[in-house]
């Protein structure tokens, strides 16, 4: 090989669930909202001039920095936004986990997370979960680099509690800890305002406290790439000074003004959140019925297994039929499905193919 | 300072042009084009419907790299696409410098070369320019982690010729060059095909030569942020490995579809390249009757220094009459100002102003 590649980075990348081209297809498998954005911000992208076409965006996203912080009730120096939550994540580690020291989070979560370490040569420990799936707070407490973790966890949906998260950020005040919220608008309680078991509560009594959010879920603009951090304005402003030492103008105009219009949208997203949940309700019964075990979910997806069939078999059965859900090939977690929550119609066809399968197998 | 902060990666960040929000003001400091993007762009954006807003991107972005191979005549698998050519560059960074030993850029040169060097702690050493502003190739024979430079060269729009690029390209086989050609396509004789001093020409005979591009100049898409590298497709296929295990996800939906577009309008790009050479043409021959000096640019915007008044006085008085320009403080152009070019009646404003100026001073 040319001596060029000796001087690469040489990376195992992440895996993203696949994104078919085919119709007609029922997609249960990357955590997509079943409902469009609101009205808002198709007008918005429709309302971009030539002139915002042409010219470089506001570095500094000021008008959408704005709005989540007028959103969440914090001071715009406490937000920093970027292309979706993973790449607020990415630069997250890479400003924030450079001691040298473990960093730590579960060994079943997100699986982007060894993927970051790896790129950035940020080393890591893992930490099982328990027999619930839950993150054990004791196991977070010795010396580390820092820590991060999804709150709903990812693949599980299992949600931790304030209280338990509060802890945790106390006894780590020297290094930064990251809530990844990704699916916390989905938890139960939540009315609009800020959902009950969220980190945000925090964020001005612990400087070392990072929370990340997106508008690919509960806002239904996966499409459009929009992720924030909210945090003490401190670690805001490393962040931002990472960011700038990237690229200045990350956030292009359209996603700017799509992600104020949908900030602007409320009460259509409450909506949207309390059909997701319902059906998350009605499915879950619906599974356990058919046999199927599951802890109780607080996203937007149900991690499922069931005893009598294999999950890899299941995944390669509804796939055939048309319904993409997403299997992980991973030591713990390879007899588990995970399935969205689509529409009430989607999860019916699901039902109605996993009753036939299961009076078949 | 809380001991969190020790393990912070701290860096000093690029600052970018800047993006005034008040109306009315002759913007000739951040190197836009004039002219708005093809009309073809504004109908792919608003034909964004909501299922592509609510649902994740291709990863891959196969439309936009599919169009951007078939323009310049490469395999799909011989181009990379990134949020402006900024975000390509900084990923082309982390990439390809991964040596330790020292890279090589050119001390006059793209301000963010060193930040990015700077953040992923890549050691460097510039060379100087010769006095007519050009890039010495003797000076890049030497060993090297890596090798980068823009052709045109910023801000100096001082353009290099193909065959001393390939020299120095081809007596550095074992390491990554790259070419950052955000501006060639402003160079004399372009026909709409590929530019005759582009490196393009180049790639499918060196596979360590990595050419980077962008939308946001010759295309006036500056605020949808599409930069794109060429190269062999064991260069590119690192890129997207490092890429994919930062964010799976970077080009929005809006931005693949108005990249596309623009792609396919070729014709109309072309007559706009032409009305900036021409007014280019027309400036510099201004300028010179004012007494200005510069060397002769190749890309949209002029490098200029005047023997009887202070370039920073001169940024000054522009400024405060409403015409923004991009002034340096750095050593050895800290006399001189980058001026884009705009529209004729802008320049005819600027040229005006300028020639009062000279006048009382």
């Known amino acids: 090989m040319p001596s060029w590649e000796n001087n690469v980075r ?26 469009p954005p609101s ?29 989540i912080a007028g959103r969440y009730g914090v001071e715009p120096e406490q937000v920093f936004v970027g292309v979706g939550s993973d790449d607020v994540l990415a630069m997250s580690f890479l400003t924030f986990f450079a001691s040298g020291r473990e960093i730590l989070f579960p ?5 982007f997370y060894d993927v970051w370490a790896d790129l950035f040569r940020i080393p890591y420990e893992t930490k099982k979960l ?32 304030l209280d338990e998260i509060e802890e945790i950020i106390a006894r780590n005040r ?3 800890v990251i809530i990844d919220e990704a699916y916390i608008d989905f938890s139960d309680g939540h009315d609009g305002g800020i959902p009950p078991q969220s980190a945000l509560h925090l964020v001005d009594r612990y400087d070392n406290l990072l ?24 670690l805001i402003r490393y962040l931002n000074d990472a960011k700038y030492s990237f690229n200045s103008y990350t956030m292009n105009q359209t996603s700017i003004a799509a992600g104020v219009a949908a900030i602007e949208d409320q009460a259509y997203y409450a909506e949207c959140l309390q059909k ?9 019964s619906a599974l356990a019925a058919l046999g199927f075990c599951f802890h109780p979910s607080q996203a937007n997806f149900l991690f499922v297994t069931h005893p009598d069939v294999k999950a890899k078999d299941l995944f390669s059965a509804l796939r055939q039929a048309g319904i993409i859900v997403r299997y992980f090939d991973k030591p713990g977690i390879d007899n588990y499905l995970r399935i969205t929550i689509g529409t009430d119609e989607e999860m019916d066809a699901l039902l109605a193919f996993l009753g036939d399968y299961l009076k078949k197998h």
């Open 10 to 35: 040489k990376v195992t990348p992440y895996t993203p669930g696949e994104q078919p081209k085919i119709r007609n297809i029922i997609k249960l498998n990357t955590n997509e909202n079943p409902y």
């Open 39 to 67: 009205p808002l911000v198709k007008q918005a992208i429709e309302g971009i001039g030539d002139d915002l076409l042409r010219r470089y965006p506001d570095p500094a996203s000021s008008m959408l920095v704005d709005a």
């Open 107 to 111: 060994e079943i979560t997100y699986s």
């Open 130 to 161: 328990d027999a619930e799936f839950r993150i054990v707070n004791r196991d977070y407490y010795g010396e580390n680099g820092g820590i991060v973790f999804p709150n709903p966890n990812a693949p599980t949906g299992v949600l931790k509690r």
């Open 174 to 176: 020297d290094v930064v």
């Open 211 to 234: 929370v990340v959010q997106t508008f690919s879920k509960s806002r239904s603009l996966a499409g459009m790439r929009i992720g924030y951090a909210i945090g003490s304005a401190k």
């Open 276 to 284: 997701v949940r319902d059906t998350r309700k009605r499915t879950q």
